[in-house]
């Protein structure tokens, strides 16, 4: 299965133990947003968009160890990893890895939500709650993953933002570059 570039530098964010004394306001601003960052992204662009990489039920093998050591040991993950656009243009690749035993009752949309971003309906969900965001960086471009809860169940969403996204525009602001 080919990976996308994006998705290979979203595997390689190195993330940091406190806040990077490297970020600017303007960048923490959107690395520890709470909300949606499809309703952030909507709000700098006419269209937000999904592209979808991959979608398919996956093992262990397929976690790296820290994201095994954040979610509950089964046998089976549903993996879904993305490309958020924001008028056509990517600003974010995302992987959510959700445990089968969240996918039951409502949370069983997780598996159907095709190209509407995971934002979309995750924060239409009154019993949704974040234990953390862990931010992190790779090359010069930042990240972040949250374990999120729905209905007490947990599922890991690590995103990167892109060299397109307007995180970048706004922290140049910031720096007078």
Known sequence: MMSHPALA????????D??????????????????SMTKRFETRCRKVSVVILREAFVGQPEMTDDESAL????????????????????????RTLVPESTL???ELALKQLGETPLG?????????????????QNEGLWGRRSRLRLSGKPLLLTELFLPAAPV??????????
């Open 168 to 177: 970048y525009e706004e922290e140049e602001k910031w720096s007078g570059v």
């Open 104 to 106: 039951n009752g409502p």
């Open 120 to 136: 979309r309906y995750l924060f239409t969900s009154s019993t949704l709650t974040r234990d953390f965001i862990q931010t992190g």
């Open 9 to 16: 530098q979203l595997y390689g964010l190195h993330y940091f």
């Open 71 to 94: 979610l509950p040991g089964e046998p089976r993950y549903w993996l879904r990893e993305i490309l958020l656009c924001g008028d056509g243009v990517p600003w974010l690749a995302g």
């Open 18 to 35: 406190s806040l990077p004394a490297t970020a600017s306001p303007a960048t923490l601003d959107w690395l520890l947003l709470e909300d």
